[in-house]
């Protein structure tokens, strides 16, 4: 039987201003837990699981995580899930320090401006994993990485991909490597070739990218757009642009 301080830690858990206070985060779902802890990125803490979870868990994750795996029943999963359908197990893993200075030569890397939406960020962090992209850059409005529908979004990925957040105007204008501001009215990207290092530049879900950033950036690109829709998601035109400027 969970305590009721216990339920009231990972409860607290779901709020941005505990999650920083405690570097932790939560992560549901067999799926989710299972890959983070196969990844081995994250140091897991502890482990709130149904049994039949449990008796599915690989002999030699029973022996490293053993001690931290606790049975619970269907209620209590309910009580300390942020879910509105709990999904058989709930684990806390410490947050990981991002490299605030990692190295930007022959790289691609994307820049994001004020991107609100938590499953936007998630699935561009999954989707820069896919094309091998090793740095995001947030703006400090960006939504927070380890807010439970990010990481639930982005997976295992979450861990092999270094997010930092930073004032970007500031960064952009120490940058020496080309930038690329994804627009409406810029570079068609069929006649853009591939890119093989720079900062690509997503800007906002309703506003775009903010003009002083555009200022800064040495050339605009974007998605033709041959119906009548007015926008993209994010996400969605972060893969479309990635896969043309890696394969192009």
């Known amino acids: ?34 890959e983070l802890l196969k990844g081995g990125l994250f140091t897991c803490q502890e482990i709130y699981a ?3 979870w449990i008796q599915l868990l690989p002999a030699g994750m029973v022996e490293i995580y053993g001690s931290r795996i606790f049975e619970v029943e269907d209620f209590e999963l309910e009580k300390i899930s942020g879910q509105s359908t709990p999904n058989q197990v709930l684990a806390i893993f410490k947050q990981k320090q991002a490299d605030p ?24 962090i999954r989707i820069a994993d896919w094309f091998g ?12 990485l380890y807010n439970p529908k990010v990481v639930q979004s982005s997976m295992a990925s979450l861990g092999r991909v270094n997010v930092i957040y930073c004032d970007l105007a500031a960064f952009l204008a120490m940058q020496k490597i080309k930038k690329y501001a994804t627009v409406l009215a810029g570079t068609p990207l069929q006649k853009c070739t591939s890119v093989k290092e720079g900062f690509i530049v997503i800007g906002n879900e ?43």
């Not at 994001?112 to 960020?121: A, R, T």
């Open 50 to 52: 149904l049994p039949q």
């Open 101 to 124: 200075s990692p190295d930007f030569k022959n790289k691609i890397s994307l820049v994001l401006d004020e991107i609100q939406d938590p499953g936007n960020l998630g699935t561009i």
């Open 1 to 34: 039987m969970l305590s009721k301080n216990t339920v009231k830690y990972i409860q607290s858990l779901q709020q941005k201003k505990l999650r920083d206070s405690y570097q932790c985060f939560i992560a549901e779902g067999p799926k989710l837990v299972t």
């Open 206 to 248: 309703a506003k775009g990218i903010k003009e002083d950033l555009i200022a800064l950036c040495d050339e605009k690109i974007t998605i033709s757009r041959i119906g009548q829709a007015e926008s993209l998601n994010a996400a969605v035109a972060t893969g479309i642009i990635l896969h043309h400027l890696v394969h192009a």
């Open 133 to 144: 992209i090793q740095n995001i850059i947030c703006s400090l409005h960006t939504t927070e």
